[in-house]
Antibody, heavy 127, light 110 residues
Framework: QVTLRESGPALVKPTETLTLTCTFSGFSLITSGVCVSWIRQPPGKALEWLARIDWDDDKYYSPSLRTRLSISKDPYRNQVVLRMTNMNPVDTATYYC???????????????????WGQGTLVTVSS | QSVLTQPPSVSAAPGQRISISCSGSTSNIGNNFVSWYQQPPGAAPKLLIYDNNKRPSGIPDRFSGSKSGTSATLGITGLQTGDEADYYCGTWDNSLNIGVFGGGTKLTVL
């Protein structure tokens, strides 16, 4: 059974750095084609993709947040860590991690989906 | 502002059929596979459709997906009150080199 669980502070102050940990089981981040993504959702709003780290340590970031985000992995502890600097009240959201696929079909189209997701962790940014 | 465009809401009576559109461009939907997610109120999203039209184990065949050009569609038949949720489409964008989602569609079963 594949599971992911997000952990981190529920409350951070403006300008602080947020550190979130995704602890997973049931799969390995050493296996080719396996990735972990972070996605967030402000209250009442849509999903926003943040970052992804791949089995081969390739990393991808949202262009609008690239300068503030850092993603890393410890595949032997089955953990992925997301750091976001200079937190602002607009960063208040539920943060999810999700196992992500990464492959191409024979025609060169990219195949990627998020499954499963963690339960999410609500982070509030307030002084 | 989401990269993919979905209608904000759709509604129908129990037993009826609905479809939800997801519009993109050649840099995302046009050249990559699309997935769909169901998010009931207060819950995490769950994969509903992957590779445009495939259903994971446990997802009933009332749910279907299709893609044509730069648009994708989620179809739900035999609507049930338990289908009330937000639905999101997602894919990869080759120009931005990131994952992208639609703005979500709220389904109300009247």
């Amino acid at each position: 059974q594949v599971t992911l669980r997000e952990s981190g502070p529920a409350l951070v102050k403006p300008t602080e750095t947020l550190t979130l940990t995704c602890t997973f089981s049931g799969f390995s981040l050493i296996t080719s084609g396996v990735c972990v993504s972070w996605i967030r959702q402000p209250p009442g709003k849509a999903l926003e993709w943040l970052a992804r780290i791949d089995w081969d340590d390739d990393k991808y970031y949202s262009p609008s947040l690239r300068t503030r985000l850092s993603i890393s992995k410890d595949p032997y502890r089955n953990q992925v860590v997301l750091r976001m600097t200079n937190m602002n009240p607009v960063d208040t959201a539920t943060y999810y991690c999700a196992r992500t696929t990464d492959s191409y079909d024979s025609g060169g189209s990219y195949r990627s989906w998020f499954d499963p997701w963690g339960q999410g962790t609500l982070v509030t940014v307030s002084s | 502002q989401s990269v993919l465009t979905q209608p904000p809401s759709v509604s129908a009576a129990p037993g009826q059929r609905i479809s939800i559109s997801c519009s993109g461009s050649t840099s995302n939907i046009g050249n990559n596979f699309v997935s769909w997610y169901q998010q009931p109120p207060g819950a995490a999203p769950k994969l509903l459709i992957y590779d445009n039209n495939k259903r994971p184990s446990g997802i009933p065949d009332r749910f279907s997906g299709s893609k044509s050009g730069t648009s994708a569609t989620l179809g739900i038949t035999g609507l049930q009150t338990g289908d009330e949720a937000d639905y999101y489409c997602g894919t990869w964008d080759n120009s931005l080199n990131i994952g992208v989602f639609g703005g979500g569609t709220k389904l109300t079963v009247l």
